[in-house]
């Protein structure tokens, strides 16, 4: 009977030393993963539409200021929208000026407006300005205090005008722009219109 003891015994003792083993060097062969400990993260907000940019006249809905040619270094200060076009384009005038769109408040309480614009492209532009007012106002002779941008890239935006705008009320926006020294360079950029309550 011992000796049917001992003899079960010495089999388990290989089975087990034989399962030991096998751990052991499946152990030594695992594959472990390593969970990242870092995470890429992003975040956007809707563009509001509750400003909207419009004709100077009509609330046609505008996608497009062109600023006309002009020399190396020369001050445009004649766009025009695709609404109202070259036919109509901004007027700085000491009585009789007309910018070249209007921005419209369509929420129902006042908005604060801020101007983003993005890098003109092709080396274009040297800086542009722009000017706010009410649409009565016609004394706006010149746009030289406010910057959207000193160099022609989007440094500046987006600019908080101090300009607040009334619920279902408009106000006039007119646009400056000093080409760069290239000659013969065409560009362009985005202009976003910002709201904030």
Do not use: C
């Not at 006042?110 to 040297?126: D, E, K, M, P, Y």
């Not at 020294?181 to 202009?191: E, H, K, R, W």
Request: proline fraction near 3%; avoid cysteine; hydrophobic fraction near 40%.
């Amino acid at each position: 009977m011992h000796k049917l003891i001992r003899k079960l015994l010495g089999k388990l003792n290989i089975v087990l030393a034989l399962t030991l083993i096998m751990v052991i060097v499946g152990g030594l062969n695992a594959t472990y993963v390593l969970a990242t400990n870092e995470a890429t993260q992003s975040a956007s907000s809707a563009a509001a539409t509750t400003i909207t940019v419009v004709g100077k006249v009509a609330d046609t809905a505008i996608t497009t200021i062109t600023f006309p040619e002009g020399a190396p270094s020369a001050t445009i200060s004649t766009p025009y929208n695709d609404v109202d076009t070259v036919s109509d384009a901004q007027v700085l005038h000491a009585t009789t000026s007309e910018p070249v769109v209007r921005l419209k408040n369509t929420s129902a309480g006042a908005l604060n407006i801020s101007l983003s614009i993005s890098s003109w492209t092709g080396s274009i532009a040297a800086s542009e300005g722009y000017a706010l007012s009410d649409p009565a106002t016609t004394t706006t002779s010149a746009v030289t205090d406010n910057n959207l941008s000193t160099d022609g890239t989007n440094g500046l935006s987006p600019v908080a005008t101090g300009v607040s705008v009334s619920a279902a009320a408009y106000k006039a926006l007119y646009l400056e722009l000093i080409l760069s020294s290239s000659a013969g360079a065409t560009g362009t950029s985005t202009l976003t219109i910002l709201g904030e309550s």
